[in-house]
């Protein structure tokens, strides 16, 4: 006997939608000891994409044909614009699309945080921390404490020159999940390292999107300008889909967390 109709519809409205965020073609990390990359959620395109904009957004001139320049000149021009935006921001980390070069610095790294080796720091310095306000105790130089007063919550490092909490990243639930994992995986971002060089070899796929600002016909994308418009451009050619696709992850994302906010 099939069930009533009112029943059906409401079994199919009860039905949860596929999970928010994309595909990651290229992920980064080993799943072992780091995390691995394989899905990208909306608060990593929202990050992602601020810097991303921020950037070019002081180049928005750089987005445009210059005076006598010939457009497959301009469209070369602007997509290199696009990879620099990658690679110094270093904002798409997530993506093994972009490579980069270590060397390691006259100071040797260590490989094993103080709090495994120094049982009594705790006790006078504050070190790892979770929560909305900092730890109460005074943090030492490269104190990690994952700032829980936002939406998403965010890894702060303090640093002793600047006397000040300086965002790193914002941090996934499900990697709070393993706290100590995840504090020892930290620190090893904070040891020292110099980065050489930052590439973006495959940047050849922001050809379009730079023809398409070139030539003025961005479309609906382009609505909210130039900057973010590319912007989403170049997420979406590290994620292999279309910058409406992105914009339109963003827009959602950015809409239900502001209603989420206000109640």
């Given at each position: 006997m099939r069930a009533p109709r009112e029943s059906r519809t409401a079994d199919r409205r009860r039905r949860p939608g596929p999970a928010p965020g994309f595909r990651n073609p290229?992920?980064?990390?080993?799943?072992i000891e780091e995390p691995r990359t394989d899905w990208i959620p909306p608060h990593f395109l929202d990050f992602t994409e601020q810097r991303l904009r921020q950037h070019l957004v002081a180049r928005r001139k750089e987005l445009r044909p210059r005076p006598g320049e010939g457009i497959e000149d301009a469209i070369r021009r602007i997509a290199r614009v696009g990879r620099r935006a990658v690679e110094e921001t270093?904002?798409?980390?997530?993506?093994?699309?972009?490579?980069?070069?270590?060397?390691?610095?006259?100071?040797?790294?260590r490989e094993t945080p103080p709090?495994?080796?120094?049982?009594?720091?705790?006790?006078?310095?504050a070190t790892r921390h979770v929560g909305p306000t900092p730890p109460p105790k005074r943090p030492a130089h490269g104190a990690l404490w994952v700032d829980t007063s936002t939406a998403a919550p965010i890894l702060r490092l303090w640093g002793k020159k600047k006397r000040a909490w300086t965002a790193m990243f914002e941090v996934p639930d499900e990697l709070l999940k393993d706290r100590e994992?995840?504090?020892d995986w930290a620190w090893l971002l904070t040891q020292?390292?110099?980065?050489?060089?930052?590439?973006w070899p495959h940047y050849s796929a922001l050809l379009p999107a730079a023809r398409a600002l070139a030539t003025g016909k961005m479309g609906r994308a382009g609505k909210s300008g130039r900057p973010a418009f590319f912007a989403c451009a170049i997420l979406g050619a590290l994620l292999k889909v279309s910058p409406e696709h992105i914009a339109d992850a963003l827009n959602h994302y950015r809409r239900t967390r502001s209603k989420g906010r206000s109640l």
């Open positions: 290229s992920p980064v990390g080993d799943g270093e904002a798409a980390w997530w993506s093994g699309q972009i490579g980069s070069y270590t060397e390691e610095p006259a100071k040797p790294r709090w495994r080796w120094n049982q009594t720091r705790e006790h006078f310095w994992g995840f504090f020292p390292t110099v980065l050489r060089e930052t590439m």
